[in-house]
Structures are given as structure tokens and as C-alpha cells.
């Protein structure tokens, strides 16, 4: 077993102290980007959604990808979603999957309010069945795909991911550090409690690094949601 060091609490502050830094004077106040975390908070949605700065940053790689078509895995109230909606182009679509029939309620009303409801599609139920349908109805591929669902099933919707790319697709993966847990294969989750999740992106990081196609790295993050991490990844040619 790997000790993983905690995380002393004058660093959780301090990090989320730069983060508002940052956020003040990069990312003035969004109207309708605050109005779905308002809604998400009413609605007794969990406060798991990307950070503002981490929001503009999909953004941001969406663009620079040229993105004309985005999966999202995990909409939870659809602030990534209204993010990455932003990057598209006229005539761009995304889909964007959710498990919760509640949460994709509250996602629906923020997605419209954005301006986004004839550009962004939510799908209902667990992802490793709307993934299969999305497939057979040929679906894809996708410019960019975004993970950001219950973190056990990661490797399970990396492979879809792959099944639903093309050379040159972006896979980006969110909370792949877990204030460190990864280190050790038994580890809880910080969140959660659960073993499953941190061996979930374990097995992520395996496949990645196993799979001819791919070309990967990690970027350790901190900030107002503590230690994490984001996976970024490109897919290549078949040979």
C-alpha cells in the first residue's frame, strides 16, 4: 500500500482563493451559467460539477479542437454541458448522457435557458446502455468526448469512446486523481467511501496506457474542488 499524504487545510484554502483570483478576472459574471448552478443547488443536485476555470478550459479545448460534434458522459444539472455547447460551431451538435431522470430534468430547463436546447441532446439512463443505442443508430464520430460519469465504469465508457471516435477525436477525462487515492489499489474514495471508483480509474489509466491508438497524459489539478485531475487523451490511426 502507497500512503497517500493529506491535504493540509490552509493548501485547500489557498487554492481556492487563487481559484476565485482567477475566476474574477478571466471569467466575468455569466448570467446564464449562474442561473444553472442556482437551479442544480435548488433542485438538491450534488455541488459536483466542473469549476468555473475548469468549465472554460473545455471550452477552450473544444475550440481549439474544432469541435462540430462533443459526447458528454454525465450531465448532472448541464454546467459542462452549456460550456462545451459554447465552442460549437453553427450547425455543431452534442449529445450529452445522464442516469438520473431528475438531474436530466434540471439540466433540459438550464440547456434551454442558455440558448442551447435545439444544439444539445440529453439522453436518459445508465450510459452503458445509451452508449450501445447511440452506436447501432450510428451515432458518431464524435470530435470530442468528455467523461465525467460514476468514475467505476470508466473503463467501460473508454471503450465505447473508442467505438464512437475517429483519428484525431479528444478523449478528456475528469477526476482521475482523487487527492492522490489512485496511488493505492485499495484505497476509498476521498468522496465517497467506495473502492470501486478509485480501481474504476485505475483500470482507466491501464487501458489507456495498453492501447495502441491512443496517446495520453494526466494533468494534476488544484483548486476549489481540492486535488484532482484531468486525463487528456488523442486518438490515432488504427495502425
Known sequence: MTDVPSIEPESQQRWTAVDHY???????EDPALDAALRASAAAGLPTIAVTPNQGK??????????????????????????WLARALPPGGRLVTL????????????????????????????????????????????????????????????????LKLSRPGTVIIGDN?????????????????????????????YELLS???????TAIQTVGDKGYDGFVLAIVGDED
Open 22 to 28: 482567477i475566476t474574477d478576472l478571466l471569467l466575468p
Open 57 to 82: 478550459l473545455l471550452e477552450l479545448l473544444a475550440r481549439v479542437q474544432g469541435a462540430r460534434t462533443i459526447l458528454e458522459l454525465g450531465t448532472l444539472g448541464g454546467y459542462s454541458t452549456i
Open 210 to 216: 495498453a492501447e495502441p491508438r491512443v496517446s495520453a
Open 176 to 204: 482521475v486523481v482523487r487527492d492522490g487515492a489512485i496511488l493505492d489499489p485499495g484505497a476509498k474514495d476521498p468522496l465517497t467511501g467506495d473502492t470501486d471508483l478509485i480501481r474504476g480509474v485505475r483500470r482507466f
Open 98 to 161: 445522464e442516469a438520473k431522470p431528475r438531474f436530466a430534468e434540471v439540466a433540459r430547463v438550464n440547456i434551454v435557458r442558455a440558448g442551447f436546447g435545439d444544439v444539445v441532446e440529453i439522453r436518459v439512463g445508465p450510459a452503458l446502455q445509451t452508449l450501445p443505442e447511440l452506436a447501432a443508430e450510428g451515432a458518431g464520430p464524435f470530435d470530442l468526448i468528455f467523461i465525467d460519469a460514476d468514475k467505476g465504469n470508466y473503463p467501460g465508457y473508454f471503450s465505447w469512446a
